[in-house]
């Protein structure tokens, strides 16, 4: 059992930066790939990124890529995600996820096994 609680969502101009930061209780948290979601008013959720059990791989979506950095620290038990220039297109809800596998499966929310209730990241024009 992984549980998973998000922080450090908020409002940002467009540019800006904000830093998403989930926390995961249970000791097995090295034994599980984490990701990031988003989901927006009306759309389905979205992959945003993934990294691997020891954080040497990582995955993202064209729509961020050069702009999020997502990391982790499992002596911490935690997983972050950086989000520099900000658009207003970023604005949902954020939530981080966790896995056991590692590949094209990550890409997709429906495989992952624990989730977070998400922070809402908001990104005005």
């Known amino acids: 059992q992984v549980r998973l609680v998000e922080s450090g969502g908020g409002l940002v101009q467009a540019g800006g930066s904000l830093r998403l930061s989930c926390a995961a209780s249970g000791r097995t948290f090295s034994s599980y790939a984490m990701g990031w979601f988003r989901q927006a008013p009306g759309k389905e959720r979205e992959f945003v990124a993934a990294i691997s059990w020891t954080g040497s791989s990582t995955y993202y979506s064209e729509s961020v890529k050069g702009r999020f950095t997502i990391s982790r620290d499992n002596a911490k038990n935690t997983v972050s995600l950086q989000m520099n220039s900000l658009k207003p297109e970023d604005t949902a809800v954020y939530y981080c996820?966790?896995?056991?596998?590692?590949?094209?499966?990550?890409?997709?929310?429906?495989?992952?096994?624990?989730w977070g209730q998400g922070t809402q990241v908001t990104v005005s024009s």
């Open positions: 996820a966790a896995v056991r596998s590692w590949n094209s499966a990550t890409y997709y929310a429906r495989n992952y096994d624990y």
